[in-house]
Structures are given as structure tokens and as C-alpha cells.
């Protein structure tokens, strides 16, 4: 069971001196008490809970790729692939897709809303549903946001003649 979205357009940044924040920000939302409070996955056992993760998320995996302070590897093991395209006036521009181009959804709007204080203003995952639905998370203010497409349609203007000149 899962909803499946993809993300056909990207844009997101990351302030470069702001790095070493991500890492402490993620340390904080991968600590037990933090994953089991907000932890969307878990086992239960007699009617209780007996575990707490991040749906899925496997908790061990974001701690080692943080503790190696490796951007790309946390972003993967939420199930997104970030990929480095250049470095412009102190901020790090990266490609980020959800892996394959099509995966379940999660818990990862708390992880990119606990990263949303280093993330750069303007930064955005245009999303789509497997339902058709249309969205956009983005980042403003140290602060994660998501807003729903009101309007898909697609209007075009008069049409206007293109000779080649004979």
C-alpha cells in the first residue's frame, strides 16, 4: 500500500557554509525521541507500539550517511536522489528527483521541513500523483511549505503566421 508521486521539476539549494547545520538539523530528527514521536512507521505488538521509524526509512542507514556527512547518501535513504550540479556564490545547486522517477511517498515532508532553515528560498519539488493531483513543496523563510495546483489548464494566444520569406 503507498500513494506513488514523481517529481517532474525540481529546483533546490543549499546555502554551502550552511552544510554543516544540515548534518546537526538531521542528527536532531533521527534521535529515538524525535522518530518515535513523529515516526509515520512501526511495529506494534499487543495493541502497542513496539517500534518507531520513518516510513519507509530505515533509521540506522540516515545516521551512518549523516555521521559521514554525506548529503547525497541522507537524501537517498529518504528516497530521493540528490545530485550536485555546481557551486555559484556560496550555494550548492543540486538536481533532487525521488529515486526511479516514481516511489511511495513517506514521511519525508518531516525531513525536508526539519532541513528547511538551510535550505535556500525558492527552492521547490513540483510533484504528481498517481491520482493525477498536482503540488508543490518549497521552501521560504527557514520554513517548508506545500501548495496545491489550482489550475492546470493551458491557454494559448492567437495564432500567428510564420512565412519563410517567398
Request: hydrophobic share 35%.
Amino acid at each position: 500500500m503507498g500513494y506513488y508521486i514523481s517529481t517532474p521539476n525540481t529546483h533546490f539549494s543549499v546555502r554551502t557554509a550552511d552544510l554543516p547545520k544540515f548534518f546537526d538539523l538531521v542528527t536532531e530528527l533521527m534521535k529515538d525521541e524525535t522518530v518515535e514521536r513523529l515516526g509515520g512507521g512501526g511495529s506494534y505488538a499487543n495493541k502497542s507500539k513496539t517500534a518507531s521509524w520513518y516510513s519507509w526509512v530505515d533509521t540506522q542507514r540516515v545516521r551512518d550517511a549523516n555521521e559521514a556527512k554525506d548529503i547525497e547518501r541522507v537524501f537517498g535513504e529518504w528516497g530521493y536522489e540528490l545530485r550536485f550540479v555546481h557551486e555559484h556564490d556560496e550555494v550548492s545547486y543540486y538536481r533532487l528527483d525521488i529515486r526511479d522517477g516514481n516511489a511511495k511517498i513517506g514521511d519525508e515532508e518531516k525531513f525536508f521541513a526539519a532541513i528547511a532553515p538551510v535550505v535556500v528560498d525558492g527552492s521547490y519539488l513540483d510533484c504528481e500523483g498517481e491520482d493525477g493531483e498536482e503540488w508543490r513543496w518549497m521552501w521560504e523563510n527557514g520554513k517548508f511549505f506545500s501548495q496545491d495546483v489550482e489550475r492546470k489548464d493551458v491557454v494559448y494566444g492567437e495564432p500567428i503566421e510564420i512565412s519563410y520569406g517567398l
